[in-house]
């Protein structure tokens, strides 16, 4: 038995784990701002429709590859098929990039976290986090590698606690984290949205936020933002949930679990549309102008939009340290899961056990992390990394998983059989028909529209300089695919994981 690999303990650590990594930052400020900008009442049918033919079926997809092959992205494709192992390395380098950034915005959000007590940004909360995030103010002070020092010293503490967590192994570290944060930032994010919905003008961004435009549905770019959206949630096709299914018992219901992952991460996002539409009436109302202009989302929204909610708010520190906390935890239950997709995938290929493969890959990763983003192109660079890395990684990657899958290795049978040997919901027909057929054809229309924008849009992508975007965009992408390739072809030590069977 491979003694080193861990498991859960159960369907429930499982679960927790699961949920931990999909209600991320991507449910607290990205949901909000796609569902209004995307029709908003009327944006439930796309998003419903996406969730049942693509996020839960991709779901069930990672998690036969993952249960069935048992082990890290990269061994579970090379077990699948000798040649489908670069889609796992692939897997794994846009786990490395995105554990990198998503630190940071940790870091910022455990650093407002402690602001809100004394309001720290000041009036002009805009001013402050351009400030914050350059060190010395002012739009010309990007790109630069100045060091921000309390930026410095949360990401160091960020990657201390994902050490700590990820040396504890999957159960005592992964799972347990999840059981005691997961109702925690539930019960945090309970009481903001009920504070907020307390709050004068909350139902004006409520109503904002549900009034249903059905005219949207006739457009196509709002039926693939909803896709984009459950992808990006549900943490699907880039190797996480693929890695959480390894380490279940053999003998475990996979496709009720899923269903269970996935309608609570929808409900919490949901639940975050409310909360934070609540708190935008309310700046609304209190400026006076429509809840349209007010609307934020990602960063914006975060480190601008609510210090000034909380700034105007009665009660506003309570509502900055539930949301900010709720960041926090929301957001370290996730970079847990991707740097985990990392440490798997090297102790398989070494045969280490937990402690020295924890620390070969978190300290390389921590370095790299906290010298290139605690300086004043911090920003930049996360702008950069994150739209390439969701676009032409894990859309991308996510593609080439259903084409080979489905239509090179012809695998659909087989992992149909596995999971309906234990699981309470059968797969069939329609599962088929979504990974061979709906998945394909939204991600590869999604994947063609947004580079036609990149290429029709004039200026480079968000004004950064061309070699910028060039380096940390184009060149980055490649390379992951590159260097998955080269990886996929190195030989497995004697002393890997490979060829043990449990
Ligand atoms: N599911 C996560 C979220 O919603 C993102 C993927 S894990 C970094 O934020």
């Known amino acids: 038995p491979r003694a080193d690999r861990g498991a859960f303990a159960g369907r429930t650590a499982f679960i927790f784990a699961a949920i931990g990594s999909a209600v991320g930052l991507g449910n607290i400020w990205r949901f909000p701002a796609v569902a209004y900008e995307n029709g908003g009442g009327a944006f439930i049918l796309p998003y419903l429709v996406a969730l049942l033919t693509a996020g839960i079926p ?43 950034y998503y630190a940071l915005i940790l870091a910022w959000a455990t650093n407002y976290t402690i602001f809100s007590f004394t309001k720290s940004w000041g009036e002009d909360p805009g001013a402050f986090f351009g400030e914050y995030t350059q060190a010395i103010g002012g739009a010309d002070a990007t790109l630069t590698m100045d060091i921000v020092p309390t930026v410095m010293l949360s990401m160091v503490l960020v990657w201390l606690a994902v050490v700590v967590v990820m040396a504890l192994g999957v159960h005592k570290g992964i799972a347990r984290s999840a059981v005691v944060f997961i109702p925690l930032l539930i ?33 196509p770019g709002v039926w693939v933002a909803a896709y984009g959206q459950i992808f990006f949630s549900l943490s699907v096709a880039f190797g996480i949930m693929l890695t959480y299914s390894s380490y279940l018992k053999k003998k475990t219901d996979l496709t009720g679990s899923g269903l269970v992952v996935g309608f609570a991460n929808s409900s919490f996002e949901i639940l975050c549309g409310i909360g934070v539409f609540s708190a935008l009436g309310f700046m609304a109302q209190a400026q006076g102008v429509a809840v349209d202009e007010v609307v934020a989302a990602g960063v914006g929204l975060a480190f601008i939009a609510f210090p000034a909610i909380i700034n105007e708010a009665p009660a506003g520190a309570l509502i900055g340290v539930l949301f900010f906390g709720s960041l926090v935890l929301a957001g370290f239950t996730s970079l847990v899961s991707i740097v985990e997709v990392i ?35 911090g920003l930049p660079l996360l702008d950069v990394l994150d739209k390439w890395v969701n676009e032409y990684g894990i859309v991308a990657a996510a593609l080439v998983s259903c084409i080979v899958v489905v239509y090179l290795v012809r695998g659909m049978p087989t992992l149909r059989d596995h ?39 004039g200026a480079t992508y968000e004004g950064y300089p061309g070699w910028f975007v060039l380096v940390f965009g184009w060149l980055m992408a490649i390379a992951l695919v590159v260097v998955g390739v080269v990886l996929s072809l190195l030989p497995w030590p004697a002393t890997s994981n490979l060829h043990k069977n449990d």
């Open 58 to 100: 991709l779901l069930f997809l990672d998690y036969a590859i993952g249960h069935r092959w048992r082990g890290s992205a990269p061994a579970a494709w090379r077990r699948f098929r000798r040649w489908t192992e670069f889609i796992g390395w692939w897997q794994v380098l846009i786990c490395v990039i995105i554990a990198i």
């Open 419 to 457: 999971l309906n040997f234990r699981g309470t919901f059968p797969v069939g027909r329609i599962w088929l028909l979504s990974v061979a057929v709906v998945a394909p054809v939204v991600l590869g229309v999604s994947l063609i529209l947004s580079t036609y924008e990149r290429f029709t849009a």
């Open 187 to 219: 019960l945090m994010f309970v009481i903001l949205v009920i504070t907020a919905l307390t709050l004068p003008g909350a139902t004006v961004g409520l109503d904002a936020f549900f009034r249903p435009n059905w005219e949207a549905l006739t457009h």
């Open 343 to 377: 440490i798997a995938a090297f102790q398989d290929k070494f045969g280490l056990s937990r402690l020295p493969a924890t620390l070969g890959v978190c300290l390389p990763l921590a370095i790299v992390s906290v010298v290139l983003f605690s300086t004043t192109s």
